[in-house]
């Protein structure tokens, strides 16, 4: 096994159960790289919508994300994506990107077109990987993988809370439908579907807080690479 492969650590899990935040802090207290594999998918739905690209057309989609350059430039607070020269990192978080998102990523040939291009950013290792199978297809070596999850009413909690200041008219009721279309649609996908590795540590976190997360992610990680 590659060595650099190991030092990774990956973190998959639903929407809202804290992924972020969490692999944004354990990087960050690491001093090792974190990478949001989410923003890609999100840029290639947000493409595809400026495009009139039908998100849920295989071909058009596995097509549209073949022509484009992406280029993601991981940084501490989150992952920068460039679209054939076009930083479009600020564009990503809306309601409506993160639908479309979870409709064009379960095309099988976006992502393998997207595969490269994670394992790239992974490959000097070092890397905090978040996303939904970064433990089980682009990841599977990695050294130490988490899965993280919490009830769906503390994942529409947070997510609400988060978007509540950028967007009008939302409501929580209108979250927590989103949040739940999203889990079946990631879950029930063929390709890659949301599930934890059989080696990854799971952690519920509905009732507890970010600090309380971290100090168990900090222990697994000094169990595994520090012992
Ligand atoms: O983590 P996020 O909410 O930014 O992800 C947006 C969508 O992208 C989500 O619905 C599922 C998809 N995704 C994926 O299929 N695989 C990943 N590694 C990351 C995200």
Redesign the pocket.
């Known amino acids: 096994m590659n060595r650099e492969l190991q030092k990774i650590i990956t973190i998959?899990g639903p929407?809202g159960a804290g992924?972020?935040t969490l692999a944004r802090k354990l990087a960050h207290s690491l001093v090792w790289i974190y990478l949001?594999?989410?923003?890609?998918?999100?840029a290639l739905?947000l493409t595809a919508a400026r495009r009139r690209v039908d998100q849920s057309d295989y071909e058009a989609a596995e097509a549209l994300a073949r022509s484009l350059n992406i280029t993601a430039q991981p940084r501490p607070e989150g992952t920068a994506i460039m679209v054939d020269g076009e930083d479009v990192t600020g564009l990503?978080?809306s309601p409506e990107?993160?639908r479309d998102?979870?409709i064009?990523?379960?095309c099988p040939g976006v992502?393998l077109a997207?595969l490269g291009l994670?394992r790239s950013l992974g490959a000097k290792g070092e890397v905090v990987a978040?996303?939904?199978?970064?433990g089980t297809v682009?990841f599977p070596g990695a050294g130490l993988k988490f899965f993280l999850h919490a009830s769906p009413e503390a994942r529409a909690r947070r997510r609400y809370q988060e978007l509540a200041g950028q967007t009008e008219n939302l409501t929580r009721a209108e979250v927590l439908k989103d949040i739940l279309a999203?889990d079946l649609?990631?879950e029930s996908?063929a390709v890659?579907p949301?599930k934890a590795a059989p080696d990854a540590l799971t952690i519920d976190t509905t009732n507890l807080d970010i600090d309380e997360v971290l100090k168990v992610m900090v222990k697994a990680f000094r169990n595994k690479f520090l012992p």
């Open positions: 998959d929407a992924k972020s949001d594999t989410g923003a890609l998918y999100r739905a990503l978080r990107v993160s998102a979870s064009i990523s379960a992502r997207l994670q978040e996303g939904r199978d970064m682009v999203r649609a990631d996908r890659s949301l």
